[in-house]
Each structure stands twice: as C-alpha cells, then as structure tokens.
C-alpha cells in the first residue's frame, strides 16, 4: 500500500483489514465459525456454513444466527467508512426473514454496502444469501457516529 492509498483509504477500513488479519477473534465469530469474503470501502461480506449447532426447535437455522451474521457484515461495512477516531454504536436493526434455512444449506453469506455515510449517522443494507444465491434474509441498519464533532 502506497503513502496515497492510505491517505484516501478509511481508518476504520485499515483498522478493519488489521484485525482480520491478526485471525478470527475469539467470540462469536469463533462460534460460528464466520469468515469474512470480501472487505471494501463501505462494503463488507461474511461467511459461515449452516450447521446442526444453529438449530431452532423446528429443525432449521435460527433467527437470531441469521440476525448476527446480518448485523456482523452491516457493522463492518459501517466501520469501514470511518475517519480515525472515530467509533459508531447500533442504533437500530431490521431483519426481514424470507424464507426457512436449512441446516445443509451450505454456505450462507452475509453482505453488507453502505446506503449513507454522514457525520453523525450511517445507513447500510445486506442480504443473506446461500450457496446457490437465493436471498434467504434481508437487513438494514442505522448506527450513530460516536467522536463526531
């Protein structure tokens, strides 16, 4: 990375791309077994197979795992467009669940982009898809920018 990328690129997007790279963090991505895909400028997508661990009482992957892996890409994609300093906290979370998952669904990926990026708060979408691109979920989120004058 030269002195003009890093410059232009993001604190939260370096600061991000450092701690992946130090390996997964021991918590709930550890639990999970979540992996990130693909990480960018106001762009963040994760990873994690559909497992017999997730199981709701009806057989297939619970709510709340789709809810984490959902918020998890969407607070990254928000992290990445932050200046240095600067920190942000969940303000709200929507997830709309569209259909059942199965616990063989493979792959499920979580990706997140931004839809705003201000000073005080930021807005961002994701779809939770699997291995075969369906859209299983859908989620966006609005966090508050803490450290913003």
Do not use: W
Not at 23 to 49: K, N, Q, T, W, Y
Not at 86 to 103: H, N
């Amino acid at each position: 990375m030269t002195a003009l990328d890093e410059a232009i690129e993001p604190a939260g997007l370096r600061q991000l791309r450092a701690r992946l790279a130090e390996g997964p963090p021991v918590g709930v991505s550890e639990l999970l077994g979540m992996r990130p895909a693909e990480i960018g400028v106001g762009h963040a997508a994760f990873v994690a197979d559909a497992q017999a661990s997730f199981a709701n009482p009806m057989g297939t992957v619970h709510g709340g795992i789709v809810a984490t892996l959902l918020d998890s890409a969407l607070g990254c994609a928000v992290l990445t467009t932050l200046d240095e300093g600067l920190a942000f906290t969940t303000v709200s979370l929507e997830v709309k669940y569209l259909r059942p998952i199965r616990l063989d669904a493979g792959e499920l990926r979580a990706e997140a982009t931004i839809i705003h990026a201000g000073r005080r708060q930021a807005t961002a979408e994701a779809r939770l898809t699997d291995r075969d691109g369906r859209v299983l979920a859908t989620a966006t989120t609005t966090c508050l920018i803490l450290g913003a004058a």
